[in-house]
């Protein structure tokens, strides 16, 4: 179970910087244009 929950912790943690990833090209997108 525990390495379910620590599995779980890093996609959460995954998902997160992806979004800030995202994030930040849409604004360099939205720069640019």
Do not use: W
Request: charged share 35%; hydrophobic share 35%.
């Amino acid at each position: 179970n525990a390495s379910y929950f620590q599995y779980r912790s890093l996609q959460t943690k995954f998902r997160e910087l992806a979004a800030k990833k995202d994030k930040a090209a849409l604004e360099e997108i939205s720069h640019t244009e």
